[in-house]
């Protein structure tokens, strides 16, 4: 078993197809991550037809000046109604463009992260050219959750374990210029799950992503570690059923 720790789907998507594909070869749950209101409804709805599917939801830093208290009773109404919400996010700061609504960003994030201890949730962070500020404000919570997309250095990877985070590896690790299957030989796969963040970030460069390219991840790491990929396969699943208390 297999499961996707951290994916994307609208409207747009052909939902069912990419459900039963994900489920034929072996990826059978998805987490579903919101980074608006738009998104969070949507995933709800979702989350209700098909029952593999369970939700994350929050607000991405990039939504951090239009976000209102009414999106805030809105996500708060669907944590509530919804048991297969999992978790906050995805949430956090990026400061990739420029840290010019850095303050409001943090504004945000911390608000998310205020919500997640309320209702105690794990929270789903992203991070992107904001580490230290993203490891400051995680270190005044007493929060579990996974860093969405990890690709930073030992370093790094180590201080986020250290304050009980996941690390979500995705295509990225797969990429020839990546030293991210390094820092994992270090720091060990009972501190990771795995992840698409489809239709994003494919394995294959170039392709459009989805949840079932989660087996070429699985493989090529448990290739590298020299590891049985039922193993690695059995581990990380284990790793996102514990973190996001998945009953499955």
Do not use: W
């Not at 994350?56 to 999106?71: K, N, R």
């Not at 463009?97 to 943090?106: A, R």
């Not at 205020?114 to 404000?137: C, E, G, M, Q, W």
Request: net charge negative.
């Amino acid at each position: 078993m297999l499961i996707d720790t951290h994916l994307h789907l609208d409207e747009d998507s052909n939902i069912s197809n990419i459900i039963s594909k994900a489920k034929s070869v072996g990826v059978d749950y998805l987490i579903v991550s919101g980074t608006n209101t738009l998104d969070n409804t949507f995933n709800d709805k979702i989350s209700k037809e098909y029952n593999n599917v369970f939700i994350s939801c929050g607000f991405h830093p990039e939504f951090c000046s239009s976000i209102s208290d009414q999106d805030f009773e809105l996500l708060e109404n669907i944590i509530k109604s919804n048991p297969k919400v999992v978790a906050i996010g995805e949430i956090g700061l990026d400061y990739h463009y420029g840290s010019d609504n850095k303050k409001e960003q943090i504004v945000l994030f911390k608000k998310c992260l205020d919500l997640a201890s309320k209702y105690n949730l794990p929270v789903v962070i992203h991070t992107r050219d904001a580490f230290l500020d993203t490891y400051n404000i995680l270190k005044e919570y007493d929060l579990r959750g996974v860093i969405h997309c990890f690709s930073g250095s030992l370093e790094v990877a180590k201080q986020y374990i250290s304050l009980g985070y996941y690390l979500g590896i995705g295509g990225v690790v797969t990429f020839n210029n990546s030293k991210l299957k390094d820092v994992i030989r270090e720091i060990g796969v009972d501190n990771v799950v795995f992840e698409t963040d489809s239709p994003y970030l494919s394995p294959y460069r170039g392709m459009v992503n989805e949840p079932s390219n989660i087996r070429y991840i699985c493989k090529f790491l448990a290739d590298y570690l020299d590891m049985d990929e039922n193993s690695l396969a059995e581990i990380t699943s284990s790793n996102a059923k514990s973190l996001f208390d998945l009953n499955v």
